[in-house]
């Protein structure tokens, strides 16, 4: 089977923490493997080339029987979902109205600005990144040439106007749910109801939100994260100490709190700003929102 609806990204917009929280809906079945990409697998190279993007290759489906066997636990839920933040960056509405024309779409926007210096930091985290952001703006032609997975676009994967136009045209504005990244962060229960009203399932059901996943930022103390993200490191005291419905939000609240998150120079700020002007002007448009704070 396909999933009924699809988070579409953007990438370093909320989709983690809003995978989880849409997995605790007794009425929606998520699948267990997040960013599987298998909609865009054309248009990807057999393998991204730049530092640690093994990870990000190991993550692509690119079999369509691998694919639909990740629907397999849905058990008749009415809500089945996959979420692949690549559907934003390379054109899949056009893959995805093919093969499930009725399906919804679920697309999270940030601060472009803000998204590109959250990814940036995403990749100092993981000791990807050895450059400053504005070094790595500068770099990002060549890092495309030289074949970098599509997290190291900080600048790119901010242009939302484009794909969100394709995926309105594809399946319809009733079809498309937006996530507004600040209101999500802001008022996350309300942004959850909403979201499961679009989905057809229980609005008022409660699930925990108090937790956000995958947090970028620089390690205060580089050998200390490196210990606990070991594949046995918090396992061990967890599994002693801890429920197993409660671990792996334990696990990012202390991940959470190896991170410091340095601000972007006003500079770079504003510059970023200017050369994004013109995509939120249409995304404006497009969505008729006032996207006022996203010029400053």
Known sequence: ??????????ARSGT??????????????MSPHKEASFFV?????????????????????????AYEALFDGAHGKPAVGECSVLYLYYPAASAIAQAAPDAKIVIL?????????????????????QMSFEEGLAREDERKRAIYEPM?????????????????DYFGGDRVHVVWYDEFVQQPRSV??????????????????????????????????????RQYALTWWLKRLVPARWRHAVRE????MTLERPVMSSDTRSRLLAAYAA????????????????RR
């Not at 983690?16 to 079945?29: E, V």
């Not at 926007?109 to 990144?129: F, I, M, N």
């Open 253 to 256: 609240r202390a991940l959470g």
């Open 41 to 65: 697998a054309e248009h990807l190279p057999p393998t991204f080339q730049g530092p640690g993007d093994e990870r990000a290759n190991r993550l692509f489906i690119r079999d369509r029987g």
């Open 279 to 294: 995509d939120i002007d249409r995304l404006e448009v497009l969505l008729d929102k006032d996207l006022s704070d996203w």
């Open 16 to 29: 983690t923490s809003l995978t989880h929280y849409l997995g605790q809906h007794p009425q929606i079945y």
């Open 109 to 129: 926007l940030r601060h472009p600005v803000d998204r590109a210096y959250s990814a940036y930091l995403h990749q100092l985290r993981d000791g990807r990144e």
């Open 152 to 168: 190291w676009y900080y600048f790119e994967m901010g242009c939302y106007a484009q794909p969100v136009r394709a995926y309105l």
């Open 192 to 229: 959850m109801m909403a979201l499961f009203e679009f989905l057809g399932v229980e609005a008022a059901y409660p699930v925990n939100v108090s937790v956000r996943y995958n947090q970028s930022g620089r390690p205060k103390l580089p050998g200390v994260r490196r210990a606990l993200t």
């Open 1 to 10: 089977m396909l999933p009924n609806f699809y988070i579409v990204g953007a």
